[in-house]
Every structure is written in C-alpha cells, then in structure tokens.
C-alpha cells in the first residue's frame, strides 16, 4: 500500500537516532533550552540528545598524536559526563531514550553533524565554553544555515514550562516565499506529534501610498490585504492537504513582521520561522529584524532551513 504523507512525515520526527539534541555546557541560558527541549521530547514521543562539546586546538591535537598531550582530555569528557547527568536528572529526564553524549570539537560544528539525524536542534541564546555567543556574530547565522534539521533558540527566561498539549497552539510566521513554505510544513510535523493546531500568521505592514496609481490609498491597503489572505489561505490548503489530521488557523495582522512575530512568543508553545523570506517576513535571520527575534522572542522560536 501506498504511504500518504501524513504518516511519512509523523514518522520522519519519530524517526531520528538522536531526537531532539540539546548544547548544554552548564550555564542558565543552556538549562532553560534543555528543559524546553525534555519537554518536547517527551511531548512528541522522541529520543532526547544532551550534547557537550569541547573544542582543542590544532596544536594540541597535533601533540597528542605524537604521544604528548598537552590537554587533559580524559578530565574535560569526565568533567563533561558528570555536568550532563547531573544536567539531565534536573531537567526531569530520566527516560531510558534520554542519554548524554560529549563531542570534541566546536559547538555549532558538534552540533550540525548530528543535525543529519536529529529531529531537531535546541540551544539557549547565550552559554560559556563551548557554546559562547551562541547568537552573536557569525556563530548565530551559521547555525540554522548548516544544520539539516530546525534550530529551536530558547530564551533564558522561558523555564522550561510551556505547554506542549492539548490547547495550546504552535504559531508559524508565513508569506510568499519557499522558506516561509518550509516553515509552514515543518510546524504541522510537529504539531501533529504533539497534537496541537497551528496558526499560520502574516504581518501586513503600513502600506506606503503609491503616487503614481489610480487608486485611493485605503484602496491599495484593501488590495495588500486580500493579496496577503490569499496567500496565508494558499499555505493553509497546502498543510491540510499534507496534514489533514491537523486544525490549520489563519490569521493576518497589521504591524511589522519582528513585532507580530515576538508577540506570539509570548503565549505559543513554539513560535516558527523560516530561514528567510520576503514580503512582511524578508531577511528573517539577516540583520534588524531577525536581531529583534531572536534577542526579543519570549518563548522557544523555531528556526526552519529550507531543504
């Protein structure tokens, strides 16, 4: 019998080696992510992966290969072990599909090699150690761009309480682009693991007057409007094509894209993204707008890469 793409996707999720995989080094910004990430994996039914990583220089390396180490790697992996468990046990995930693994080597990099297998990647917005500036500079751009699998970015403040059950509602930023479309798509795997409806959500913003048309301004506001619903009522009817076992809401707002979209970080579980777009959503993870999510989300948000 042929699959339909509902089971493929469900199964795609429930499928990873590693499930959700978490960077913890020991800071706050690391625990809040790893909470979060424990919830959603025992929500979702899926693997949870807490990572360590370390990075060694090329010189020590180099030594150690010749028999002379100048880095006590055997001390840092213990180190590393004991800060997992004991992490782990106080995040509450003492499930046998729960497990600690350290990784030589730079975080993003330990971390988008077990992208290939994981459902999805969580960190914290800032960490110490191999984690440092998590979203500052190149580090937070490289991130989402290389994994193969969502980035969830969860602020320091969010403890690890959100609701992933009935009731809740997983919210997806969306316009016109094929990375807004990636999103779309992702957040209703996600939401029919877990059970939950989605809303699929499109910033109008203030319509600058065209002199040049023939047409008043409010004219030209209600032609943005209607143009931006169809395309929010196209995504929808995509999602409940693939996903019919999940309630699809649609929804658009006035107001810039940064600010419609932090809004719901306040009350959604999850908050989902694109890696970019166009429309009232360009340069979702590219300068002012995406500075203002990712440093101003009150909840866990969903970095989605186009595949």
Known sequence: MTENREETASRDIAATRHGVVVGVDGSDHARAALHTGARLAASAGVPLTAVFAYPISHYAVQAASYGQPVVDEAGIRDEGETMLRQALAEAGADRADARGMVKRGPAPQALAELSSNASAIVVG?????????????????????RSHCPVIIVPPDADGTRDFSAGAVLAVGVDESGHSRAAAEEAARWAQALHLPVRLISALAPVSPDVEAWVSLEEQRRSAREQLTRTVEEHAAAVRAAFPDVTVETEVRDGAAAAVMVDETRSAPLTVVGTRGHGGFTGMLLGSTSLAIMHHAEGPLMIVPQS
């Open 125 to 145: 917005t800032r960490g110490r150690g191999g984690f440092t500036g998590m979203l500052l500079g190149s580090t937070s751009a490289s991130l989402p761009s």
